[in-house]
């Protein structure tokens, strides 16, 4: 990607891959970066002439060299994946916005910790949609949902229904719904968020869901049986549910051990 740039009246900030990572190596500490990443940071204004972070970006890079949270949100549409990585610590959240899934350079936005939710809902454009006119959760053959969220597809119920696996019981309601998803533009996000614990680290936490003007259903994974195919659940939700599943989804500070390996 282009190289750093940083344009303080603005208030946007893009950094390469190198750059990225030249300051969560040097853990906030300039004389630390690589002579070329160093040169590239000074034109590009995030570090100052005398080789110091510019104090306006110093608390972003503090959260990006030791977070005590990692986030990765995938969201997909009919125009392809935009992929925001993100680090927080117990004041800001950094998000690197790419169209890549690994981490890359890309551009920056630094929010307080406490707007991440709000920040990540108009990510995934959560807002109204109609409710889905099924009340009960459905298990499933993974590669079945794969299909109905394939782009251009518009499965009939008798699509569906051949579709099954033998063992497989969806009820009339589910497939009436899969069968208007798969005829709608469908978007996909997948949210996950992973941290240190006293007992266990790293800890996880994932928010999966399918979202369309049908409605938006929650993915889970269920422990797996001996089944020929792997299972999916997927739970009829609204999006004040939504809402409130991606509040929950960042733990407590006082949950939160020491701060990850960047």
Same mark, same amino acid.
């Given at each position: 990607?282009?190289?750093?740039?940083?344009?303080?009246? @603005?208030?946007?900030?893009?950094?390469?891959?190198?750059?990225?990572?030249?300051?969560?190596?040097?853990?906030?500490?300039?004389?630390?970066? +690589?002579? +070329?990443?160093?040169?590239?940071?000074?034109?590009?204004?995030?570090? *100052?002439? !005398?080789?110091? #972070?510019?104090?306006?970006?110093?608390? !972003?890079? #503090?959260?990006?060299?030791?977070?005590?949270?990692?986030?990765?949100?995938?969201?997909?549409?009919?125009?392809?994946?935009?992929? /925001?990585?993100?680090?927080?610590?117990?004041?800001?959240?950094? #998000?690197?916005?790419?169209?890549?899934?690994?981490?890359?350079?890309? +551009?920056?936005? @630094?929010? &307080? $910790? &406490?707007?991440?939710?709000? =920040?990540?809902?108009?990510?995934?454009?959560?807002?109204?949609?109609?409710?889905?006119?099924?009340?009960?959760?459905?298990?499933? @053959?993974?590669?079945?949902?794969?299909?109905?969220?394939?782009?251009?597809?518009?499965?009939?119920?008798?699509?569906?229904? !051949?579709?099954?696996? /033998?063992?497989?019981?969806?009820?009339?309601?589910?497939?009436?719904?899969?069968?208007?998803?798969?005829?709608?533009?469908?978007?996909?996000?997948?949210?996950?968020?992973?941290?240190? *614990?006293?007992?266990?680290?790293? $800890? !996880? $936490?994932?928010?999966?869901?399918?979202?369309?003007?049908?409605?938006? %259903?929650?993915?889970?994974?269920?422990?797996?049986?001996?089944?020929? =195919?792997?299972?999916? $659940?997927?739970?009829?939700? *609204?999006?004040?549910?939504?809402?409130?599943?991606?509040?929950?989804?960042?733990?407590?500070?006082?949950? %939160?051990?020491?701060?990850? #390996?960047?």
């Amino acid at each position: 990607m282009d190289e750093s740039r940083f344009d303080p009246v @603005a208030g946007t900030l893009r950094l390469s891959r190198a750059g990225l990572f030249g300051l969560i190596r040097s853990k906030g500490d300039p004389s630390l970066l +690589d002579p +070329d990443v160093a040169e590239e940071l000074r034109g590009a204004s995030v570090a *100052t002439a !005398a080789g110091a #972070v510019d104090p306006r970006l110093e608390r !972003a890079v #503090v959260a990006l060299a030791r977070p005590l949270i990692r986030l990765s949100l995938e969201a997909t549409r009919d125009a392809g994946a935009i992929h /925001h990585h993100g680090w927080i610590d117990s004041h800001l959240a950094v #998000v690197v916005s790419t169209t890549s899934a690994v981490v890359d350079g890309g +551009d920056v936005v @630094a929010i &307080p $910790r &406490p707007l991440w939710p709000s =920040y990540a809902a108009r990510l995934i454009s959560l807002g109204p949609r109609d409710r889905p006119k099924v009340a009960d959760p459905v298990v499933l @053959a993974a590669g079945l949902l794969e299909a109905i969220a394939a782009p251009g597809q518009g499965f009939d119920i008798s699509d569906l229904e !051949a579709l099954l696996d /033998h063992e497989e019981e969806v009820p009339q309601p589910w497939l009436e719904l899969l069968s208007c998803m798969s005829r709608l533009p469908v978007a996909r996000w997948r949210l996950g968020a992973w941290w240190n *614990t006293e007992v266990e680290s790293p $800890r !996880a $936490r994932l928010l999966e869901v399918i979202d369309s003007q049908a409605g938006m %259903v929650l993915i889970t994974h269920p422990a797996q049986q001996a089944r020929r =195919y792997r299972q999916i $659940r997927l739970d009829p939700i *609204t999006p004040s549910q939504a809402w409130r599943l991606l509040c929950a989804l960042l733990p407590p500070l006082d949950e %939160v051990a020491e701060p990850l #390996v960047s």
